[in-house]
Protein backbone atom coordinates (compact mmCIF):
# COMPACT_ATOMS: atom_id res chain seq x y z
CA UNK A 1 0.00 0.00 0.00
CA UNK A 2 1.55 3.28 -1.11
CA UNK A 3 1.10 5.97 1.55
CA UNK A 4 -0.12 8.60 -1.74
CA UNK A 5 -3.26 5.98 -2.21
CA UNK A 6 -6.04 6.62 0.15
CA UNK A 7 -8.19 4.10 1.11
CA UNK A 8 -12.13 4.73 1.17
CA UNK A 9 -13.98 1.86 3.00
CA UNK A 10 -17.58 1.50 3.25
CA UNK A 11 -18.76 -0.37 6.30
CA UNK A 12 -22.27 -1.36 6.28
CA UNK A 13 -22.86 -2.53 9.22
CA UNK A 14 -25.93 -4.74 9.72
CA UNK A 15 -27.48 -3.29 7.01
CA UNK A 16 -27.94 -4.92 3.60
CA UNK A 17 -30.07 -7.70 1.53
CA UNK A 18 -28.59 -9.02 -1.72
CA UNK A 19 -31.83 -6.67 -3.67
CA UNK A 20 -29.61 -3.31 -2.16
CA UNK A 21 -26.62 -4.95 -4.62
CA UNK A 22 -28.23 -4.24 -7.71
CA UNK A 23 -28.99 0.11 -7.01
CA UNK A 24 -25.98 0.63 -4.74
CA UNK A 25 -23.11 -1.64 -6.93
CA UNK A 26 -24.64 -1.26 -10.27
CA UNK A 27 -24.73 2.55 -9.80
CA UNK A 28 -21.08 2.41 -8.17
CA UNK A 29 -20.15 0.37 -10.98
CA UNK A 30 -21.18 2.67 -13.85
CA UNK A 31 -19.74 5.90 -12.28
CA UNK A 32 -16.24 4.66 -11.63
CA UNK A 33 -16.18 3.10 -15.05
CA UNK A 34 -17.16 6.26 -16.72
CA UNK A 35 -14.18 8.05 -14.10
CA UNK A 36 -11.37 5.61 -12.25
CA UNK A 37 -11.10 6.75 -9.01
CA UNK A 38 -8.55 8.45 -7.26
CA UNK A 39 -7.96 6.06 -4.14
CA UNK A 40 -8.48 2.80 -3.26
CA UNK A 41 -12.09 1.54 -2.58
CA UNK A 42 -13.75 -0.93 -0.90
CA UNK A 43 -17.13 -2.04 0.86
CA UNK A 44 -17.31 -4.38 3.63
CA UNK A 45 -20.77 -5.94 3.76
CA UNK A 46 -22.19 -7.99 5.94
CA UNK A 47 -21.11 -11.64 5.58
CA UNK A 48 -24.41 -12.70 4.08
CA UNK A 49 -23.47 -10.92 1.26
CA UNK A 50 -19.58 -11.13 0.47
CA UNK A 51 -19.82 -13.55 -2.01
CA UNK A 52 -22.06 -11.93 -3.92
CA UNK A 53 -20.85 -8.84 -4.00
CA UNK A 54 -17.33 -10.15 -4.56
CA UNK A 55 -19.07 -11.26 -7.98
CA UNK A 56 -20.58 -8.22 -8.72
CA UNK A 57 -17.53 -6.11 -8.67
CA UNK A 58 -15.52 -8.84 -10.07
CA UNK A 59 -12.80 -7.03 -12.72
CA UNK A 60 -13.72 -3.80 -10.83
CA UNK A 61 -11.10 -1.49 -8.50
CA UNK A 62 -13.78 -1.99 -6.09
CA UNK A 63 -12.62 -4.26 -3.00
CA UNK A 64 -14.80 -6.36 -1.02
CA UNK A 65 -14.05 -6.67 3.16
CA UNK A 66 -15.33 -8.39 5.95
CA UNK A 67 -16.38 -6.13 9.08
CA UNK A 68 -15.19 -8.55 11.59
CA UNK A 69 -13.41 -12.08 12.13
CA UNK A 70 -12.43 -14.37 14.70
CA UNK A 71 -8.93 -15.12 15.90
CA UNK A 72 -9.01 -18.51 15.56
CA UNK A 73 -8.35 -20.55 12.25
CA UNK A 74 -11.66 -22.82 12.67
CA UNK A 75 -13.44 -24.93 15.39
CA UNK A 76 -16.12 -24.75 17.78
CA UNK A 77 -17.41 -21.62 17.32
CA UNK A 78 -20.78 -21.07 16.70
CA UNK A 79 -21.60 -18.38 14.50
CA UNK A 80 -18.00 -17.70 14.17
CA UNK A 81 -16.28 -16.60 10.60
CA UNK A 82 -12.83 -16.84 10.42
CA UNK A 83 -10.21 -14.84 8.10
CA UNK A 84 -10.04 -17.53 6.22
CA UNK A 85 -13.32 -18.07 4.91
CA UNK A 86 -13.81 -14.12 4.48
CA UNK A 87 -10.82 -14.40 1.89
CA UNK A 88 -12.70 -17.52 0.74
CA UNK A 89 -16.08 -15.00 0.22
CA UNK A 90 -13.45 -12.78 -2.20
CA UNK A 91 -12.80 -10.32 0.77
CA UNK A 92 -9.15 -8.93 0.53
CA UNK A 93 -9.54 -6.70 3.92
CA UNK A 94 -11.40 -6.75 7.55
CA UNK A 95 -12.41 -4.57 10.05
CA UNK A 96 -11.15 -5.29 13.53
CA UNK A 97 -12.12 -3.84 16.65
CA UNK A 98 -14.05 -1.92 15.14
CA UNK A 99 -15.84 0.22 18.49
CA UNK A 100 -19.70 -1.00 18.50
CA UNK A 101 -17.72 -4.56 19.24
CA UNK A 102 -15.35 -3.31 21.50
CA UNK A 103 -18.54 -1.80 23.22
CA UNK A 104 -20.81 -4.45 22.40
CA UNK A 105 -18.95 -7.60 22.47
CA UNK A 106 -16.46 -6.16 25.32
CA UNK A 107 -13.65 -6.57 22.27
CA UNK A 108 -10.15 -5.68 24.60
CA UNK A 109 -6.84 -4.46 22.04
CA UNK A 110 -5.35 -8.00 23.18
CA UNK A 111 -8.36 -9.71 21.48
CA UNK A 112 -8.13 -7.07 18.48
CA UNK A 113 -4.90 -7.77 17.85
CA UNK A 114 -5.05 -11.46 17.70
CA UNK A 115 -7.91 -10.86 15.03
CA UNK A 116 -5.48 -8.76 13.08
CA UNK A 117 -2.72 -11.04 13.61
CA UNK A 118 -5.05 -13.96 12.02
CA UNK A 119 -5.90 -11.29 9.19
CA UNK A 120 -2.59 -10.73 7.93
CA UNK A 121 -2.09 -14.65 8.24
CA UNK A 122 -5.14 -15.53 6.13
CA UNK A 123 -3.89 -12.86 3.38
CA UNK A 124 -6.40 -9.81 4.33
CA UNK A 125 -5.58 -6.11 5.48
CA UNK A 126 -7.04 -5.69 8.97
CA UNK A 127 -7.98 -1.86 9.22
CA UNK A 128 -7.83 -1.76 12.97
CA UNK A 129 -10.01 0.38 14.80
CA UNK A 130 -9.41 2.58 17.72
CA UNK A 131 -11.36 5.92 19.00
CA UNK A 132 -11.82 7.48 22.50
CA UNK A 133 -15.46 8.29 24.29
CA UNK A 134 -16.67 11.38 24.76
CA UNK A 135 -16.27 10.91 28.30
CA UNK A 136 -12.26 10.26 27.64
CA UNK A 137 -11.85 13.39 25.24
CA UNK A 138 -13.83 15.69 27.66
CA UNK A 139 -11.27 14.19 30.40
CA UNK A 140 -8.89 15.41 28.04
CA UNK A 141 -7.34 11.80 27.66
CA UNK A 142 -8.04 11.19 23.77
CA UNK A 143 -4.60 11.16 22.33
CA UNK A 144 -3.75 9.34 25.43
CA UNK A 145 -6.29 6.61 25.04
CA UNK A 146 -5.50 6.30 21.59
CA UNK A 147 -2.13 5.51 21.39
CA UNK A 148 -2.71 3.20 23.75
CA UNK A 149 -5.11 1.32 21.39
CA UNK A 150 -2.89 1.68 18.86
CA UNK A 151 0.14 0.19 20.74
CA UNK A 152 -1.83 -2.38 22.12
CA UNK A 153 -3.68 -3.49 19.26
CA UNK A 154 -1.23 -3.87 16.63
CA UNK A 155 0.49 -7.28 16.13
CA UNK A 156 3.94 -6.86 14.98
CA UNK A 157 2.59 -9.06 11.94
CA UNK A 158 1.46 -6.43 10.40
CA UNK A 159 4.94 -4.83 10.00
CA UNK A 160 5.57 -4.34 6.30
CA UNK A 161 2.42 -5.85 5.46
CA UNK A 162 -1.06 -3.86 3.52
CA UNK A 163 -3.09 -2.64 6.86
CA UNK A 164 -4.46 0.40 7.91
CA UNK A 165 -5.34 2.14 11.06
CA UNK A 166 -9.03 3.85 11.57
CA UNK A 167 -9.10 6.88 13.99
CA UNK A 168 -13.13 6.90 15.16
CA UNK A 169 -13.86 8.80 18.11
CA UNK A 170 -16.65 6.97 19.51
CA UNK A 171 -19.03 10.21 20.27
CA UNK A 172 -18.73 10.81 16.08
CA UNK A 173 -20.18 7.53 14.74
CA UNK A 174 -23.56 7.75 13.32
CA UNK A 175 -23.96 11.12 15.81
CA UNK A 176 -23.29 13.89 12.71
CA UNK A 177 -20.78 15.52 14.90
CA UNK A 178 -17.35 15.38 14.15
CA UNK A 179 -14.20 16.24 15.81
CA UNK A 180 -12.08 19.59 14.23
CA UNK A 181 -9.92 19.38 11.36
CA UNK A 182 -7.44 20.27 14.53
CA UNK A 183 -8.11 18.10 16.85
CA UNK A 184 -8.09 14.88 14.07
CA UNK A 185 -4.74 15.99 12.70
CA UNK A 186 -3.64 15.72 16.35
CA UNK A 187 -4.57 12.33 16.98
CA UNK A 188 -3.30 11.24 13.32
CA UNK A 189 -0.65 12.67 13.95
CA UNK A 190 -0.02 10.73 17.56
CA UNK A 191 -0.88 7.33 15.88
CA UNK A 192 1.41 7.70 13.31
CA UNK A 193 4.09 8.29 16.04
CA UNK A 194 2.71 5.05 18.05
CA UNK A 195 2.60 3.01 14.36
CA UNK A 196 6.34 4.18 14.15
CA UNK A 197 7.00 3.34 17.41
CA UNK A 198 4.97 0.17 18.06
CA UNK A 199 6.79 -1.13 14.40
CA UNK A 200 9.36 0.82 12.82
CA UNK A 201 9.43 2.40 9.51
CA UNK A 202 8.06 -0.86 7.96
CA UNK A 203 4.78 0.79 9.28
CA UNK A 204 5.50 4.41 7.47
CA UNK A 205 3.24 3.30 4.37
CA UNK A 206 -0.10 2.10 6.27
CA UNK A 207 -2.71 4.71 6.11
CA UNK A 208 -4.41 6.34 8.74
CA UNK A 209 -8.02 6.65 7.95
CA UNK A 210 -10.44 8.97 9.58
CA UNK A 211 -13.96 7.81 10.28
CA UNK A 212 -17.14 8.80 12.20
CA UNK A 213 -19.85 11.10 10.35
CA UNK A 214 -17.89 11.76 6.82
CA UNK A 215 -20.20 13.00 4.49
CA UNK A 216 -19.61 14.17 0.79
CA UNK A 217 -20.07 17.81 2.39
CA UNK A 218 -17.04 17.53 4.99
CA UNK A 219 -14.89 14.84 3.25
CA UNK A 220 -12.88 17.13 1.31
CA UNK A 221 -11.16 19.44 4.15
CA UNK A 222 -11.27 15.69 6.30
CA UNK A 223 -9.21 13.62 3.50
CA UNK A 224 -7.02 17.29 2.97
CA UNK A 225 -5.79 16.92 6.89
CA UNK A 226 -2.21 16.18 7.10
CA UNK A 227 -2.13 11.86 7.43
CA UNK A 228 -5.27 10.94 7.01
CA UNK A 229 -4.80 8.87 4.61
CA UNK A 230 -8.93 7.75 4.06
CA UNK A 231 -11.96 7.50 5.33
CA UNK A 232 -13.89 4.43 6.74
CA UNK A 233 -17.41 5.63 6.31
CA UNK A 234 -20.83 3.87 7.63
CA UNK A 235 -24.34 5.50 6.99
CA UNK A 236 -22.76 7.60 3.60
CA UNK A 237 -22.01 4.50 2.53
CA UNK A 238 -24.83 2.44 1.98
CA UNK A 239 -26.33 5.51 -0.69
CA UNK A 240 -24.07 5.48 -4.13
CA UNK A 241 -24.07 8.87 -4.30
CA UNK A 242 -23.31 10.15 -0.63
CA UNK A 243 -20.39 7.03 -1.08
CA UNK A 244 -19.35 8.41 -4.52
CA UNK A 245 -19.13 12.07 -2.86
CA UNK A 246 -16.60 10.90 -0.76
CA UNK A 247 -14.74 8.89 -3.03
CA UNK A 248 -14.25 12.07 -5.08
CA UNK A 249 -13.32 14.24 -2.13
CA UNK A 250 -10.62 12.16 -2.68
P1 LIG B 1 -20.70 6.67 10.35
O1 LIG B 1 -19.97 5.33 10.86
O2 LIG B 1 -19.98 7.11 9.09
O3 LIG B 1 -22.11 6.27 10.11
O4 LIG B 1 -20.53 7.68 11.44
C1 LIG B 1 -18.58 5.17 10.75
C2 LIG B 1 -18.16 3.82 11.26
O5 LIG B 1 -18.73 3.34 12.25
O6 LIG B 1 -17.25 3.19 10.70
Known amino acids: MKQSEKLIAGNWK ?3 LGADLEGVV ?3 KRELQAEPASCRVAICPPATLLSRLADAVSGQAVEVGGQDCRAETHGAFTGGVSAAMLK ?4 TL ?3 GHSERRQEFGE ?3 LVSAKAEAAVQAGLAPIVCVGETLEQRQAGRAVEVVRGQVMNSLPLAVAGRDFAVAYEPVWAIGTGLTPTLEQIEEVHRAVRA ?9 SAAAPILYGGSVKPDNARDILAV ?4 GALVG ?3 LKASDFLGIIRAV
Open 108 to 110: TDR
Open 194 to 202: AMLERLGLA
Open 235 to 237: GAS
Open 26 to 28: QDL
Open 88 to 91: DAGA
Open 226 to 229: PEVG
Open 14 to 16: MNG
Open 94 to 96: VIV
